[in-house]
Structures are given as structure tokens and as C-alpha cells.
């Protein structure tokens, strides 16, 4: 009888073993990868979903697109533009599971005398991220308001957002840009900064559509052969942006751990973060909206073709 025990509980160990899946993700520090951090948390801690993850995060996307395009991770947390620009680099070797942060961008002036976006006429605005999201949606914003660029507001490009900080802080008149948690800090830093516009409302005012910042993207060849792995991993990831969401004292403290965003920032930026997980129809008639309004102001921006259905996974 003993014998049999032990036979069985090999057995058991071997269909575990069988079944479990090893999943590499790789994410974007910032907001694009907060909402996994309770995942991960629980993945370092022995709490398993019956995947074996690991997880990487840089610092830029130059940094993920190269492990992505090689196969050396499943899955990707990135900026949602460049998921299509990856799409279309790789002939459609990448779907998108999921939306996992929408819009982070903010207006912050030194004093308080914008209100509206017609108060940023005969202004300066210091913004980082040209070529980017950023500079799409700031452009878009300010033309649908009926304000030219470079005749009746102007944008001053910087290369980092602490640059637009202290840009702000030396021209009394100046506007910056800022996503979060840059937003964030520089109010925590100088207590005369306050968030003016919030850029994300205004775009959706315009658009009818959310705007998005980043998404979650997987291998077309992992989604097609782990299936199982990988309603495993977005219903995880699902419990994981609930958690980071209601729980921000104990979420910062994760993302601070892991060097997502400082700890003291993350307890004040993660309501402001807009951290989700937008799957199926929903992804897919929001993502689509937003693209087909970045393709037409720059059709570069996407990759120089909107994706076509099989880039979004609605299973």
C-alpha cells in the first residue's frame, strides 16, 4: 500500500510538471508595469498559478523590442503604438492579450492660471517624448481646440521630463507635459506645481475614445501553443492589477520593492496611473480607435499599417 502511495505521488509530481508552463515576460518600468508587480510578487514568493514565470524589466522599450523579435520572451509589456510597430515589423508574429494602462499624461503649470486648454494660447509648453505617444496626443489635443502649433502655442521639446521640470521652475509662464509618475514627483517636490489639464480626458472629450499607453503583447506562436498558460496568466495578471488597484499602500511598497517607480511616489502616482486590464472586444474596439487616430496623423507611428484582426486576441 505504501509502495502505491508513492508511486501515486510521482505520479501526480510528473502531471504537475508536464502541465506547468515556463513563461518569460518582460515589462517596461513605469505604469506599463505596475499592474504586474502583484504577480510577480507572488511569483518570487512561492504563491504559484501553475505557471513558472520570470520576469524582466528595463528601463526602455529599445531594450524589449530585440527579446521580443528573437523569441526570448513570451510576452511584453509596452507602449501601445509600438506593439503595431512590432506587429509590422515581424509580419504579424505578435498579438496584443491585452490594454494594461491608459492614459498617463498630464499638464502641470507653476501657479495656477490654466484651466483650460484655451489658456495654454501664447504659452510654452516643455514636453519629453517626440515621436511618440506623447507628441501625438498633445498635437491632437491642442489642434481639436482650435490652438496652431508653433503660431498660437508653442512646444518646447526636452529629451528626459526632469528636464521639463526645471523648465517649468525657471519660466514663470511655462507649461510642462508630463506623464506619470513624473507628474507625481514634481508636485511631491515643489509645492507650487498642480496638475492643470488632465491631456487623458481631453482626448477621449475628442476622440470618443480612451487613450491608451500601454499594452500587453504575446509571441502569435505562444498564444497558438499555450493556451492553457495563458488564460492562466491574464486571469493572474487580472487578480494582480485588482490588487495593486485597492490595496495602494501595500501595491506601492510592492512597486517600489522592484523598482518600478520609488515607493513614496508609487503611494500618491497609482490612483493617477490609470492601471488596468482590457481584454477581448472591449481591447480591441478601444486599441483600434486609438491607432487608426494615431495613423492618420503619422502612419509611421504605427508602423505604416494599422494592424488587421488577427493582431488583437479575443479568445
Known amino acids: 500500500m505504501k509502495r502505491l502511495y508513492t508511486v501515486l505521488l510521482l505520479l501526480f509530481a510528473v502531471l504537475a510538471a508536464v502541465s506547468a508552463a515556463d513563461v518569460s515576460v518582460a515589462a517596461l518600468r513605469g505604469p506599463t508595469s505596475m499592474g504586474l508587480s502583484k504577480l510577480m510578487h507572488d511569483s518570487e514568493n512561492g504563491v504559484s498559478d501553475g505557471n513558472s514565470y520570470a520576469f524582466t524589466l528595463e528601463g526602455a522599450p529599445d531594450a524589449i523590442v530585440p527579446m521580443v523579435v528573437r523569441g526570448d520572451v513570451d510576452i511584453a509589456a509596452i507602449p501601445g503604438n509600438l506593439a503595431s510597430v512590432l506587429y509590422n515589423r515581424t509580419k504579424g508574429a505578435v498579438e496584443v492579450i491585452g490594454i494594461n494602462t491608459l492614459g498617463v499624461l498630464y499638464i502641470v503649470e507653476n501657479g495656477d492660471s490654466v484651466h483650460s486648454v484655451e489658456d495654454l494660447r501664447g504659452r510654452t509648453i516643455y514636453s519629453a517624448g517626440k515621436g511618440a505617444t506623447p507628441e501625438y496626443a498633445l498635437q491632437y489635443v491642442l489642434k481639436a481646440n482650435g490652438l496652431e502649433v508653433g503660431k498660437d502655442v508653442y512646444i518646447e521639446w526636452k529629451s528626459e521630463h526632469a528636464e521639463c521640470v526645471a523648465a517649468i521652475g525657471a519660466d514663470p509662464d511655462g507649461v510642462a507635459m508630463?506623464?506619470?509618475?513624473?507628474?507625481?514627483?514634481?508636485?511631491?517636490?515643489?509645492?507650487?506645481?498642480?496638475?492643470?489639464?488632465?491631456?487623458?480626458?481631453?482626448?477621449?472629450?475628442?476622440?470618443?475614445?480612451?487613450?491608451?499607453?500601454?499594452?500587453?503583447?504575446?509571441?502569435?506562436?505562444?498564444?497558438?501553443?499555450?493556451?492553457?498558460?495563458?488564460?492562466?496568466?491574464?486571469?493572474?495578471?487580472?487578480?494582480?492589477?485588482?490588487?495593486?488597484?485597492?490595496?495602494?499602500?501595500?501595491?506601492?511598497?510592492?512597486?517600489?520593492?522592484?523598482?518600478?517607480?520609488?515607493?513614496?511616489?508609487?503611494?500618491?502616482?497609482?490612483?493617477?496611473c490609470n492601471i488596468v486590464l482590457i481584454t477581448g472586444e472591449e481591447m480591441k474596439e478601444s486599441l483600434s480607435g486609438y491607432l487608426d487616430i494615431l495613423y492618420a496623423q503619422n502612419p509611421q507611428s504605427v508602423g505604416g499599417n494599422v494592424p488587421g484582426d488577427d493582431f488583437y486576441y479575443t479568445e
Not at 183 to 204: F, K, P, Y
Not at 220 to 239: G, I, M, P, Q
Open 178 to 272: 508630463l506623464p506619470q509618475p513624473f507628474a507625481t514627483t514634481a508636485l511631491m517636490r515643489d509645492g507650487s506645481m498642480r496638475v492643470a489639464l488632465d491631456l487623458n480626458d481631453l482626448w477621449q472629450e475628442k476622440t470618443g475614445h480612451v487613450l491608451i499607453t500601454g499594452v500587453t503583447i504575446a509571441r502569435r506562436e505562444f498564444v497558438e501553443n499555450e493556451k492553457e498558460a495563458l488564460s492562466v496568466f491574464l486571469s493572474s495578471y487580472a487578480d494582480s492589477v485588482e490588487y495593486i488597484n485597492g490595496n495602494t499602500e501595500e501595491g506601492a511598497a510592492i512597486v517600489g520593492h522592484y523598482g518600478i517607480v520609488p515607493e513614496n511616489v508609487a503611494v500618491k502616482a497609482i490612483p493617477a
